[in-house]
Nanobody, 124 residues
Framework: QVQLVESGGGLVQAGGSLRLSCVAS????????MGWFRQAPGEERDFVAI????????DVAESVKGRFTISRDNAKNTVYLQMNSLKPEDTAVYYC?????????????????WGQGIQVTVSS
């Protein structure tokens, strides 16, 4: 089992920045693939970013490319999501996730573990 706890969310004005953190505990010696999803009210849970174990392989959704960056510190069992140039449409609950397959990772149903989610609100 892996437990995930997100932090760093909140309210920010459009154009501002936030950094989300997700600390993993439990069966972390495997240091699995980590990622972020987001879900706005009435919407599906959408893929945001993924980072593989080594940190050398990452991917982000087109909607956030150039604005969001995912990184990790394996010594701290922590993954980060740096969000810059935030827009009102980035408003959502952001979820940390771990363990995903090599293919199909943009589908939230392929991930095994989830955090409780954290609210990010961007005001215009």
């Amino acid at each position: 089992q892996v437990q995930l706890v997100e932090s760093g969310g909140g309210l920010v004005q459009a154009g501002g920045s936030l950094r989300l953190s997700c600390v993993a505990s439990g069966r972390t010696q495997i240091t699995p693939t980590m990622g972020w999803f987001r879900q706005a009210p009435g919407e599906e849970r959408d893929f945001v970013a993924i980072i593989r174990r080594s940190g050398a392989i990452t991917d982000v959704a087109e909607s956030v490319k150039g604005r969001f960056t995912i990184s990790r510190d394996n010594a701290k069992n922590t993954v980060y999501l740096q969000m810059n140039s935030l827009k009102p449409e980035d408003t959502a609950v952001y979820y940390c996730a771990s363990e995903a397959p090599m293919l199909g990772y943009t589908d939230y149903r392929t991930w095994n573990y989830w955090g409780q989610g954290i609210q990010v609100t961007v005001s215009s």
